[in-house]
């Protein structure tokens, strides 16, 4: 079946910290579209990030930036410099069905 | 800005109830849908709806039905709630047609317990 892996439930790291954050998809087709969406305590999900298959190139956006291998089938997602407002659960999405992965849980500590 | 507004974002509903969990977009998206989230499981699809009284299954649309009568509005409905339907439920609407590239906007959700 066709779907995303977050293998990372939870990650905590201190306030200034960079972390990554995994997502591993399977997919047949060749045009294929990628998501990451956060979501705070509030509840909200808030769209990061789209990359389709043709684009392999990084994304930087401020202190965020995305890694797309298609050969290793990764869209990975890392923060510079964490903060403690960066403390959300992040969930990586295929175009495949809707399909979310299970989100990964992210605890920046001051 | 896009706005998808959940009637409720806190409901307590005793078992066998009907339940109605409203969501109601302004940018005239044409397709929208409904999630669940649980922990450890994700987001899980529902039922998710490409136009006006159209409705499609997602991966768990046991339990669960909808209705679309206006483009703005869907509405999730649990004929008789049962506990192990207690869950934050998301509304979600997108401006696409069918195919997918596009970006879901979401409601602040609703979490619903069934005692």
């Known amino acids: 079946a066709q779907k995303v892996t977050q293998a990372q439930t939870e990650i905590s790291v201190v306030e200034k910290e960079d972390v990554t954050l995994d997502c591993v998809y399977e997919t047949r087709d060749t045009t294929y579209y990628l998501f990451w969406y956060k979501q705070p305590p509030s509840g909200e999900l808030v769209f990061l990030i789209r990359r389709n298959s043709f684009d392999e190139q990084n994304e930087i956006s401020g202190r965020y930036s995305w890694n797309f291998q298609k050969s290793t089938s990764s869209f990975n997602f890392t923060i510079t410099a964490s903060q403690v407002v960066d403390s959300a659960v992040y969930f990586c999405r295929s175009n495949y069905k809707l399909t979310f992965g299970k989100g990964t849980l992210l605890t920046v500590n001051p | 800005d896009v706005k998808v507004t959940q009637s409720s974002r806190y409901l307590v509903k005793r078992t066998g109830e009907k339940v109605f969990l409203e969501c109601v977009q302004d940018?005239?998206?044409?397709?929208m849908f409904w999630y669940r989230q649980d922990p450890g499981l994700g987001l899980r699809l529902i039922y998710f709806?490409?136009?006006?009284?159209?409705?499609e299954k997602g991966d768990i649309p046991e339990g669960y039905s909808v209705s679309r009568e206006k483009k703005e509005r869907f509405s999730l409905i649990l004929e008789s709630a049962s506990t192990n339907q207690t869950s934050m439920y998301l509304c979600a609407s997108r401006p696409t047609g069918w195919e997918d590239t596009g970006e879901l906007f979401f409601g602040e959700g609703s979490r619903l317990t069934v005692l």
């Open positions: 709806s490409y136009d006006v009284k159209m409705k």
């Open positions: 940018m005239d998206h044409e397709n």
